[in-house]
């Protein structure tokens, strides 16, 4: 998990008062009603391009 998702993983179960497990639980069962399908493909086509980058 890269620094930046781990920021946000944090600062979102603070948010929803969930230990930062429970809020990627709660993150992955709820995936296609929390995320918008479009911006998805959108989000994941530019992490892809960026991929080899950010092992660097």
Partial sequence: MSEDA?????R???????????????LLE???SVTHHDNLLHRLMLF??????RKK
Avoid: P, V
């Avoid at 781990?6 to 944090?10: Q, V």
């Avoid at 979102?12 to 709660?26: I, P, R, V």
């Avoid at 892809?48 to 980058?53: G, Q, V, Y």
């Fill in 6 to 10: 781990w920021r946000t993983l944090k």
């Fill in 12 to 26: 979102f179960s603070h948010k929803a008062d969930l230990a930062e497990g429970e809020a990627l639980s709660f």
């Fill in 30 to 32: 709820n995936f296609n």
């Fill in 48 to 53: 892809n391009a960026e991929l080899e980058d």
